[in-house]
């Protein structure tokens, strides 16, 4: 080899694969976080309140759901959340958008939801993420049935059926349902605020 190789093309190479490497190392570890959708990132309390009241004529008070499962916090829970735009119009969570934007840039984010629950709501959640985290890519969004298939490092999560089966960090995010219901075994967070402060 002649000598301006040895001088500047070799020197190149090297430190080109030892960014290579780096970039490499520091993907491999992240930490992969599994985020909610419904009572997470949608606020579909607004929608149970609102339709229970169209219905009912009186808005809930929220001291009046504290503590109780849907079903039993409001009578038509189930036609609600089989009726067409119950998902895609649901609010996004306050904060969510921007703390699941910094969040992606450092762990590893899939967003999973139980979506085969509700099989009509599987267009209304990709439209819904569409719009409000046009950052996710495809690839990072997993509709499922049961979560127990779900492994990960952290999950953020409302119904402890889902956290209990959860190998790693487990995340409870505060709702009515939840509401003093605390086996101790899951972290618990009131709001987007406080997963900014743990998490980043
Ligand atoms: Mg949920």
Known sequence: MPNWYNLFVLPAKRKYNFVIL????????????????????????????????????????LEEVLGKIEKDAFKNERAYVF??????????MEGAVETVQLLNEKYELFIVSAAMEFPHSLPEKLEWLTE??????WQQLVFCGSKTVIKGDIMIDDHYKNLDHFTGRTILFTQPHNYGHDNKIHERVDDWKEIHRILL
């Open 132 to 137: 409000h985290f046009p950052f996710l890519s």
């Open 22 to 61: 780096t970039i490499h190392i520091q993907m491999e570890n992240k930490k992969r976080l599994i985020v909610d959708m419904d009572g997470v990132m949608a606020d579909v309390y607004q929608q149970f309140f609102k339709m229970d009241a169209e219905e009912f004529g009186r808005r809930k008070a």
């Open 83 to 92: 009726r067409k735009g119950f998902f895609r119009e649901a609010p996004v």
